[in-house]
């Protein structure tokens, strides 16, 4: 499959810092990708999907301001969380995808806010 | 967004074949089926997908109920490599392309 390259895979940072979290697809372009967070135990929850060129789309309850997207181009994007606080702390994944085919996962970057 | 019914959980031994079934009542006529995995602490993995037809890959079967509504993932032989949380999602064919996961099906395989 695709490799999707996310960095860093761990990062502590301090509360009220901001802490950038890279993807980049390595072998493949694609149109459209996705941020996820997810919490210990829970399911993967979708933050925003944005399309090249376009502005992100973000979920119900997902700050915009807070949780700066950007998508560069076709192989990519960054997102960025402003003035990081303790219930910040998760486990961000990217992805990207073409519409109905297979979509390809970067392999985490844990945040930890102290 | 089509609604998917999974079981919390599934076991299964090892070397045996392994029916994860999905109840997606709601999906359209245009939603592709997808299946995706999720090992622990790692990003998800594709398995499969499919839109009517039966599918086969390497790593797995993906059976579709004739009126759509249900489908099964079928690992042929399931090995302590395959334990993982499994998602079925539905994604609509035409219009915006989202992935939304559910709870999924935390799959245990036993030696």
């Known amino acids: 499959g695709a490799v999707v390259s996310q960095h860093p895979s761990r990062v502590i940072c301090k509360s009220g810092t901001s802490v950038k979290i890279e993807c980049r697809s390595l072998?493949?372009?694609?149109?459209?990708m996705f941020w996820y967070r997810q919490f210990p135990k829970q399911s993967l929850m979708l933050m925003a999907t944005?399309?090249?060129?376009?502005?992100?789309?973000?979920e119900q309850g997902v700050e915009k301001d807070k949780f700066l997207i950007n998508h560069a181009s076709l192989t990519l994007s960054t997102l960025t969380v402003t003035s990081a606080h303790p219930e910040d702390s998760s486990f961000y994944i990217c992805?990207?995808?073409?519409?109905?085919?297979?979509?390809?996962f970067g392999q985490g970057t844990r945040l930890t806010v102290v | 967004d089509a609604k998917t019914t999974q079981p919390n959980s599934m076991e299964s031994n090892e070397e045996e074949p392994v029916h994860l079934p999905c109840n997606h009542s709601?999906?359209?006529?245009?939603?592709?089926i997808h299946w995706y995995r999720q090992l622990p602490s790692q990003g998800p993995e594709y398995v499969i997908h499919?839109?009517?037809s039966n599918v086969n890959n390497r790593m797995a079967s993906l059976a579709i109920a004739e009126d759509r509504k249900s489908s099964t993932l079928i690992l042929h032989r399931a090995t302590l490599r395959d334990a993982a949380v499994y998602y079925c999602?539905?994604?609509?064919?035409?219009?915006?392309?989202?992935?939304?996961f559910g709870k999924g099906t935390k799959l245990s395989v036993i030696p």
């Open positions: 944005s399309n090249e060129g376009s502005k992100a789309t973000y």
């Open positions: 072998d493949f372009q694609a149109t459209t």
């Open positions: 709601t999906i359209s006529g245009t939603d592709y």
């Open positions: 992805g990207w995808g073409l519409a109905n085919t297979e979509a390809f």
């Open positions: 999602i539905p994604t609509e064919g035409a219009g915006s392309y989202q992935l939304t």
């Open positions: 499919g839109l009517t």
